[in-house]
């Protein structure tokens, strides 16, 4: 019987709908958080969604983890690569935040203090139950060989940084501003995974990846500029020329699949 949450290692075969789902959620989860962060304070919201938005932020933290733990047991399928390029990212970046508002059971976490190294504690604690788990690198090595067979796999992975890179880029603004832009992102990370989960062909994976990627950094690029020339100081050639270079960076795994027929390599077992 095959399990509900992997997917085929044939190229030709879509991934199960469970496991696209499985895939998508991280956008969906940081979707609903950008976008319950981005609430006009004006607004008559009820008290149960900002309830929902601290359980959303909370959630962001510990559930990507957690299913990249998942991953790693079942040997990374396709679905898992957004979240090992997501949590990763997310750890480098936690290293130098503070967090005073985070609290659990009432008790600050780590107060005004940076995380520093704990900002890696999630991932090593992924390494550890992974490896005791399957009491084998084989995983590991299935996440790099994958990569070789099917380049667009480690795009995808940094496709899982997207969330991040709209919170950072959108930060600081006129919350109704920002809340059109961050509904139409999300709308469009989702569809951009879930289409390119289900493609069968390598041309459609790529166009998938095109579509969610390319937007959604121009408007990540240009939005913000256009708000801080109204409202401050901005460096539009130096925001294109960023963006333009994020661009290139999560296209250039293509020379993957280049480098890849000059030189075979057979996959793992």
């Known amino acids: 019987m095959s399990n509900p949450v992997s997917d085929s290692r044939d190229s030709a075969s879509p991934t199960p709908w469970p496991a ?11 979707g609903l958080e950008l976008i319950g962060g981005e609430l006009p304070h004006e607004w008559a919201v009820p008290t149960w969604i900002h309830t929902l938005v601290g359980i959303l ?63 890696w504690i999630p991932l090593a604690v ?10 084998s690198l084989r995983p590991l090595l299935r996440l790099f060989t994958n990569v070789w067979h099917d380049w667009t796999l480690l795009t995808f992975g940094m496709f899982g940084i997207l969330p991040l890179w709209v919170a950072i880029n ?24 879930l ?8 041309g459609a994976r790529i166009a998938a990846l095109a579509i969610g990627i390319v937007p959604t950094i121009a408007v990540t690029v240009v939005a913000p ?7 401050g100081w901005v460096n539009p050639r130096g925001a294109a020329l960023l963006g333009g270079a994020v661009l290139l960076a999560m296209f250039l795994p293509a020379a993957i699949g280049l480098f ?10």
């Not at 990212?89 to 008790?107: C, E, N, R």
């Not at 550890?128 to 788990?133: E, P």
């Not at 500029?225 to 409202?231: D, I, K």
């Open 126 to 135: 992924v390494a550890l139950i992974s490896l005791l788990v399957t009491r």
């Open 260 to 269: 890849r027929r000059a030189t075979p390599l057979r996959p793992a077992g």
């Open 20 to 30: 696209s789902l499985a895939g998508a959620a991280l956008f969906l989860l940081w």
């Open 170 to 193: 959108f930060d600081e603004m006129d919350r109704l501003y920002s809340l059109v832009f961050m509904v139409i992102l999300t709308v469009l990370m989702i569809g951009a995974a």
């Open 225 to 231: 500029t256009l708000y801080w020339q109204r409202h």
């Open 195 to 202: 289409l390119y989960l289900r493609s069968r062909r390598p």
């Open 57 to 119: 932020f909370v959630s962001g933290l510990l559930l990507p983890p957690i299913v990249l733990c998942v991953g790693w047991i079942r040997s990374f399928p396709r679905w898992s690569y957004p979240y090992v390029g997501h949590v990763v990212v997310f750890s480098l970046y936690m290293t130098s935040v503070a967090t005073p508002d985070l609290q659990i059971l009432g008790v600050p976490l780590f107060g005004r203090q940076l995380w520093g190294w704990r900002a």
